[in-house]
């Protein structure tokens, strides 16, 4: 069984999806509690919503669950936020901080080694051996990082989230006129809210991989559950009115990014 699914485009953009995947072996399944079953912090059809936007891009999935391990946090276990309520590598507990885990079958630092060489190692291999390939055609990768949370979540942040949320680690990780061209498309999109490095500044991967003097760029997007789901509760079935709006905006971001990135390649040659 492959826990990596990827799919080679001809885009300088590569679409990834670290939090879409439900697979959890049988093994890690039984150590689960009943709340840790329910894989409530899924960041739920996030990959169906991104289906088909941007013929020719690149797409990279785990199809792990976070719970295994959490591909988007540092493999070293380092916090994304210090000092900030997060989860970790493989959590302990799910958004609302409630422990995942039956008592006496946490994992343990053996259980996270294994999980990083089998799960959290092949997924960025996978990613990173896509990044050469595309920036090899276009001599520019853009990652934009596919995530959804639900709109709330006191452990995490206070309030409401924002519809959209866009991350670049205070501008660090992508081109300003990369950033501009989201942030701009986010703010203007009639009937949602949005936020530039609010609460969620990008996570590993963006951090990671964004490194625009060589070339590799990388945008985080966390999208608030409510605009795209029925609720944000069990079975968090897809709403299809509202996907289909959100969807026509998710075009137009994905769009300039890509022009965009091709007008970066194009002065750059």
Known sequence: ?????????????ILAFPHTGTLVPDDIAGRLNDEGRKLRD???????????LLPGATTVRAAFHRYVIDANRDPTGASLYPGQNTTSLVPLTDFDNQPIWKAGQEPTEADIAERTALYHRPYHAVLEAE??????????????????????????????????NIGTDAGKTCAPEIEKAVANIC???EGYTSVLNGRFRGGWTTRHY????????????????????ETEEPPFDMDHGKSR???????????????TALELAGART
């Open 131 to 164: 990044i050469a390939r595309v920036k090899a055609l276009h001599g520019i990768a853009v990652v934009y990082d596919c995530h959804s949370i639900r709109s709330r979540c006191p452990f995490l942040f206070d309030g409401v989230l924002p519809d959209f």
């Open 245 to 259: 709006r959100l969807s026509k905006t998710l075009t137009s971001i994905l769009a300039a990014v890509e022009r």
């Open 187 to 189: 703010a203007s999109a």
């Open 1 to 13: 069984m492959s826990f990596v699914e990827f799919n080679r485009g001809t885009s300088p953009v």
């Open 42 to 52: 899924t960041d739920w059809r996030i990959n169906l919503l991104y289906a088909g």
């Open 210 to 229: 964004g490194k625009p003097e060589t070339g590799v760029h990388a945008i985080q997007m966390e999208l608030a559950q409510i605009t795209h789901l």
